[in-house]
């Protein structure tokens, strides 16, 4: 079956640097993959897509890229901020999957310290 | 950007009890709807796909009979939890997709339930 790792649980950042958050997928390549924002107590909130074509696709502060050799895509926020502060889950839909059938991660919890 | 409403944002029930969940798009019509649901530090699993106007399509290892979904109208799906237990309590989260066919999905803002 599908399997989609985020190996950290929590990473702790200090206010300016970039956060890199990793999600791992085993098995066949998805579609495309998508990256969510999500803070406590609330529903996921989309933040980028990108496909299995597409090596980066950047969005203001954002930048995801997609090693399909790999099978890995990197999720980075530049000069972070504690804002910037909550879970972020990556999601994949495999080829033949419905749309709404994402794979979600585990996620990983982001604290940006002042 | 697209905004889906869930009602009612948390409930408490006592076991045995029924509970409906709404879920709704405010803006865009959603011929498909997706419920989720999510354990503490657990990744969001689907449970089932609404269809308008059709039966729903439940996930493997989710009881159709004691997760109702209906999908009423174009802009709203609910989820009735039946008989519930205190292993149901956990956070029901709904999603639509953009119209057209793109591929971002809009989430609602949740549900907790806690099965007493």
């Known amino acids: 079956s599908q399997k989609i790792e985020q190996n950290s649980e929590a990473l702790n950042i200090q206010e300016g640097k970039t956060a890199t958050l990793t999600c791992n997928y085993t098995n066949y390549s998805p579609a495309y993959l998508q990256w969510y924002r999500q803070d406590p107590g609330r529903g996921p909130v989309f933040l980028l897509l990108?496909?299995?074509?597409?090596k980066e696709k950047r969005k203001e502060r954002l930048k995801v890229t997609f090693d399909t050799t790999l099978k890995q895509s990197l999720f980075h926020i530049t000069a972070s901020q504690p804002a910037d502060s909550a879970t972020y889950l990556c999601?994949?839909?495999?080829?033949?999957?419905?749309?709404?059938?994402?794979?979600f991660g585990k996620g990983t919890k982001l604290s940006v310290k002042p | 950007g697209a905004v889906v409403s869930q009602h009612p944002s948390w409930v408490i029930c006592k076991s045995g009890t029924s509970v409906k969940i709404e879920c709704r798009s405010l803006d865009f019509q959603a011929t498909t709807m997706f419920w989720y649901r999510q354990f503490p530090k657990q990744s969001l699993m689907l449970m089932a796909t609404s269809n308008e106007g059709s039966k729903a399509t439940y996930e493997q290892g989710v009881e159709k009979d004691k997760f109702l979904i209906n999908h009423a109208s174009l802009t709203l799906s609910t989820l009735t939890v039946t008989s519930a237990h205190p292993e149901d309590s956990s956070f029901y989260i709904c999603?639509?997709?953009?119209?057209?066919?793109?591929?971002?999905?809009?989430f609602g803002p949740g549900t907790r339930l806690t099965v007493t």
């Open positions: 999601a994949l839909v495999w080829y033949g999957g419905s749309q709404g059938n994402l794979i």
């Open positions: 999603s639509a997709p953009e119209e057209g066919g793109g591929n971002e999905q809009y």
């Open positions: 990108i496909r299995e074509n597409e």
